[in-house]
């Protein structure tokens, strides 16, 4: 699966309006949350010493984070809770109670399209494995019941899962938060400009050096994973996408893919792809995944009743590939 993403590696990417410049940025990658972290200072007025020294501090931040929040570490908080459910609560730390509670708030908004607790029917489907597969109907719906994101119990400095065999997947939304978290470190580092890149999901911060706007490209879903569908000129923001291209296997001349309807257990079908582009990194995380949920009709519907989005959603009508966008974005878009 690894191998995978890093044939992915960048959903989006940060292009320059000009083919060249002379002011290239400070950057460095590491290979975090099972994808590529890019982090490139774009701000000159630093040493590249504490440029350096700010970007080094980001990349631990980040990973602490994930040592926190990640269900693929037996010692996570997020391993203990799953390893807990149906008994008392545990202690968690500070960043693994943020991202819960957005967790909540994303799903209460989003009437349950966004749920962390999905990650139970998930483990069934083996995305995260080298042999995932289809499981049996039985199985999901047997498990159909234990994704409830009401069942998430936050008190103080505690947490649980109240009930037994409970799952718990972060996947969806933690990214974003630790995107977020770099920046933070970034920025009580003096940085004023610069960018965090996260396996397509990104934020940007402070203006480009030469250019008057940021460009970020929108990779293309289908067929050629190299090519890029459009691009977006705009201001400092945070973008993500969730697409049906990040995760999946064939089976049966069929796409499964890693993005479940809380309420079937099943990959979501309607969106091929969607990008959101909001302030916050962890909100477009959580929001990306819950539009391609929605599908395509639905999902604009909410994007446009939410004046902190914008969004673009790809989706597949009679083997063609078409594209819807907010108002917001209509007037930013540039196919290619």
Aim: contains cysteine; charged residues 25%; aromatic residues 8%.
């Amino acid at each position: 699966m690894k191998r995978k993403i890093l044939g992915l590696l960048f959903l989006l990417f940060i292009s320059s309006c000009q083919k060249s410049t002379s002011l290239e940025p400070i950057e460095a990658t590491r290979f975090l949350m099972d994808t590529v972290v890019r982090i490139a200072v774009y701000d000159f007025e630093l040493s590249s010493k504490d440029t350096e020294k700010a970007i080094d501090q980001a990349f631990e931040a980040m990973k602490e984070v994930e040592e926190k929040t990640s269900a693929h570490r037996p010692e996570s908080d997020v391993s203990l809770m799953i390893r807990s459910s149906g008994g008392e609560a545990i202690a968690i730390s500070e960043e693994t109670k943020t991202v819960l509670q957005e967790a909540v708030f994303v799903s209460e908004a989003t009437d349950g399209a966004f749920d962390a607790t999905v990650g139970v029917v998930k483990d069934l489907w083996g995305f995260y494995s080298d042999a995932p597969k289809v499981p049996a109907l039985k199985d999901i719906d047997a498990y159909l019941p234990l994704i409830d994101y009401h069942q998430i119990e936050l008190s103080g400095e505690k947490a649980r899962l109240q009930k037994k065999n409970a799952g718990l997947d972060l996947g969806g939304i933690v990214k974003g938060f630790n995107i977020d978290r770099a920046v933070e470190v970034l920025q009580s580092a003096g940085v004023k400009s610069a960018m965090v890149d996260a396996g397509g999901d990104l934020r940007i911060i402070g203006s480009h050096p030469k250019n008057p706007h940021w460009r970020i490209g929108i990779k293309h879903p289908r067929p050629d994973h190299q090519s890029l569908y459009g691009v977006i000129e705009t201001n400092p923001v945070s973008v993500a996408t969730s697409g049906d291209y990040e995760r999946f296997f064939m089976h049966d001349g069929k796409r499964y893919h890693h993005i479940l309807d809380p309420k079937t257990g099943m990959p979501a079908s309607g969106c091929v792809s969607v990008t959101i582009v909001t302030e916050m990194a962890m909100r477009a995380d959580a929001y990306a995944t819950a539009v391609f949920v929605m599908g395509p009709e639905r999902g604009m519907a909410f994007i446009e009743s939410h004046p902190d989005l914008e969004g673009l959603i790809l989706f597949e009508e009679g083997h063609q590939l078409k594209m819807v966008v907010s108002e917001g974005l209509r007037n930013k878009v540039q196919l290619l």
